[in-house]
């Protein structure tokens, strides 16, 4: 004879699988998401397919991010060269203050005093791993390893596209391949067999690419080279620098600059400047592009996609025959403004765009806020989480920021010491010369930055007004002119 089950038991029963169910669902939610961060050296803003500016090129994977995610189109580094950026991505902070403000052989941040995210995802419990470039002191053996990395595979400096030197965990070695697909290669095998499955984790994926020398993989060598490298919006190719400041001509004369003589105007370079430079850039994209689409592949594969913060930038612009540069460090658009992507479709709706300002001193509050942890005094940027959505009122967000830069060995090329203040529609540039001008553009009427308007009586006011809001400026965010002081501590 069957036992017979009363009602009672299987009310209790029923009840025992609701609140099971429950508890599951409320751990689900509760998950602390994973964090993978990749950033692409040098990368220009516009250098996506969305952006239509290269019509021969197809990034689907950076595109996939933009339509499942959300695009920022007002995204800007605090300085504008490769180890400072890196660092306030790090840190949270300018690189006056975290003292990695010039491309330097001997320094670090100031760890102890700007700790990482990393460090304090850490400490939280995540397993943590940073795999690519690193671009600051050049240390060797285990001194080479960042603070706060379960686990470290870097190289010193700009490392080398072609079998390259590396550093695993402190051990060093020649690696064979092309440098994109080694750090695509370690990336994919610690997601899959050496992190550990039962903690969040957090994972950097830094590529050498697309810095010059501009190599490609040899399966996307000359795959443009019957295309046609489109002249840049605006026609700031055509740029003659009537009105600006004499050490941009100067700058113009590049590798040449000694030959230089004064002049009010100097003649556009013929276009394309500099061959197939910049279509070399745009070969190496493939291959960075190739890896994120591997990487996303694996996140699908170990059940993780959704619960990564998938977020993908560069450290800085880069000038591609715009004004007839090419590098970044000084204030221009195209050098300070640089791409990011970020999916998480827990937090973010597809196809979102955001207008507002954001900086690179943001990426480490945001991480922090979107693990549940709070964001330290001693950083200086804001989390981003709050500008997810559109519907919400951004009225409190900032609507100018503080651009530096530092003089350095790369001088007159590179530029002179400057700050800027950036608005939503003006730009001030400050470059400490008693003997040369200044800049102001109005970039919502000329966003080529092509007509200097310092010395336009209508726009006095206007120019006033821009230097007393980067006085608050300073201010706010402790500015501290001494290059060196960090240095100093380091040598």
Not at 70 to 80: C, E, G, I, L, W
Not at 424 to 442: G, H, N, S, V
């Amino acid at each position: 004879m069957k036992p017979v089950i009363s009602f009672k038991t299987m009310l209790s029963v029923l009840f025992f699988i609701i609140v099971v169910s429950g508890c599951k669902k409320a751990e689900t939610e509760k998950k602390q998401p994973n964090f993978l961060f990749i950033l692409v050296d040098d990368q220009p803003f516009d250098a996506l397919e969305s952006s239509g500016r290269y019509p021969f090129l197809k990034t689907p994977n950076m595109q996939r991010l933009e339509d499942e995610g959300v695009k920022f189109d007002n995204y800007y580094v605090t300085q504008s060269i490769c180890s400072p950026s890196r660092a306030s991505f790090l840190t949270g902070t300018y690189p006056h203050i975290h003292g990695v403000n010039q491309n330097n052989r001997h320094v670090d941040p100031d760890w102890e005093t700007n700790k990482p995210y990393s460090l304090i995802l850490q400490k939280a419990g995540y397993e943590t791993a940073h795999i690519g470039k690193i671009h600051m002191a050049h240390y060797e053996g285990e001194r080479h390893i960042r603070p706060g990395f379960d686990y470290w595979y870097s190289f010193v400096g700009q490392g080398e596209y072609f079998d390259p030197m590396v550093n695993d965990n402190g051990r060093e070695y020649q690696e064979k391949g092309y440098m994109t697909d080694i750090l695509t290669d370690k990336a994919i095998a610690w997601l899959k067999e050496k992190r550990d499955p039962n903690k969040p984790f957090s994972l950097n994926l830094w590529h050498k690419a697309v810095h010059e020398n501009h190599s490609p993989a040899p399966r996307h060598e000359d795959i443009y080279a019957n295309d046609s490298l489109p002249a840049p919006p605006y026609d700031t190719h055509l740029e003659n620098f009537k009105g600006k400041p004499e050490w941009q001509r100067i700058k113009a004369w590049d590798s040449k600059w000694k030959s230089y003589e004064h002049s009010d105007t100097i003649a556009p370079k013929p276009w394309p400047i500099k061959g197939d430079k910049f279509k070399k850039l745009l070969e190496c994209l493939v291959a960075v592009d190739e890896s994120l689409g591997q990487v996303l592949k694996t996140l699908e594969d170990i059940g993780e996609l959704d619960n990564t913060v998938v977020i993908y930038s560069s450290d800085n612009g880069y000038f591609m025959g715009e004004h007839g540069y090419w590098d970044k460090r000084i204030a221009y658009e195209n050098s300070m403004k640089i791409p990011m992507l970020i999916r998480y479709p827990k937090a973010i709706q597809p196809g979102t765009k955001i207008n507002d300002i954001a900086l690179n001193i943001d990426l480490a509050p945001t991480i922090l806020d979107l693990a549940g942890l709070n964001t330290p005094d001693y950083m200086q940027g804001a989390s981003m989480t709050r500008l997810f959505d559109n519907n919400q009122n951004h009225e409190d967000w900032r609507t100018s920021f503080m651009f530096e830069y530092y003089i350095d060995d790369a001088y007159p090329y590179a530029g002179p010491n400057m700050l800027a203040i950036r608005t939503k529609r003006f730009k001030l540039i400050d470059a400490f010369l008693e003997d040369d001008i200044d800049e102001l553009y109005d970039i919502e009427n000329d966003p080529g930055e092509m007509i200097n308007l310092i010395n336009h009586p209508e726009y006095q006011e206007i120019e006033d007004g821009l230097r007393a809001e980067l006085e608050e400026l300073k201010i706010k965010y402790k500015y501290n002119p001494d290059r060196d002081w960090w240095l100093r501590t380091q040598v």
